[in-house]
């Protein structure tokens, strides 16, 4: 079945420094979404990549979808420790179900 | 308010018995899943549902059984047959489906004993 495989599992920053968080699937996706868990929540959307190549931002935030759309990444900007949390990834591929990575948590020190 | 209520937030049973988790949303939304997470894993597909009356097994249901009456509404039974039930809990909803936007409850721990 598709497997969405996400790297590094864990990453510990001091506040200040930058992040990046990688998502790879063996299939082409059609869409790839992000997602943000804090301790003890529940996963928050972030945002939707669907187009070849697609840079977002949010404010520190940004995504990047591959020009193959089988890869994606979050990168931030200057961590806060309110970026602490597990970032999931979760992609599509056509005709199937979205499938979330094992998440990448981050660890931010102040 | 507009969301996705799970309850309990935390429960404790004794292993052999079953025990089902409840999950009702206001968004009007078509598709419900369930998820299941253990502590610093990802989210597994347990089941889902994309319209009243149908659903389908994810990639873990076996040990688990839910149902789809109404359109708010998709709770989880654990059963006694599920091998590994002490995990956390997420249900969630979108429109019409995985290309849309996945709003998550606020998740029900579950602890056998």
């Known amino acids: 079945g598709q497997q969405v495989m996400q790297i590094p599992q864990y990453q510990h920053v001091q506040e200040g420094e930058d992040f990046t968080t990688y998502c790879n699937s063996s299939t082409t996706l059609s869409n790839i979404q992000w997602y943000k868990q804090r301790p003890g929540g529940h996963p928050v959307f972030l945002i939707q990549?669907?187009?070849?190549?697609e840079v977002k931002k949010q404010k520190r935030l940004t995504f990047q979808f591959g020009e193959a759309k089988k890869n994606s990444s979050l990168h931030i900007t200057a961590t806060q420790t309110t970026d602490v949390g597990t970032y999931f990834c979760a992609g599509i591929q056509e005709g199937s179900r979205l499938t979330f990575g094992e998440g990448t948590q981050l660890t931010v020190n102040p | 308010d507009g969301g996705i209520t799970q309850s309990p937030k935390y429960l404790f049973r004794k292993e052999g018995q079953n025990v089902t988790l409840s999950c009702e949303q206001n968004l009007n939304h078509d598709a419900m899943y369930w998820y299941r997470q253990d502590p610093g894993q990802g989210l597994r597909l347990i089941y889902y549902?994309?319209?009243?009356?149908?659903?389908q097994k994810g990639d873990i249901a076996e040990g688990y059984s839910v149902s789809r009456e109404k359109k708010e509404s998709f709770p989880l039974t654990v059963t006694s047959a599920q091998k590994n039930p002490t995990a956390f809990y997420l249900c969630a909803s979108s429109i019409s489906g995985p290309r849309n936007t996945i709003y998550f409850g606020e998740g029900s721990w579950l602890t056998v004993v």
């Open positions: 549902s994309q319209i009243v009356n149908d659903f």
């Open positions: 990549l669907v187009k070849s190549g």
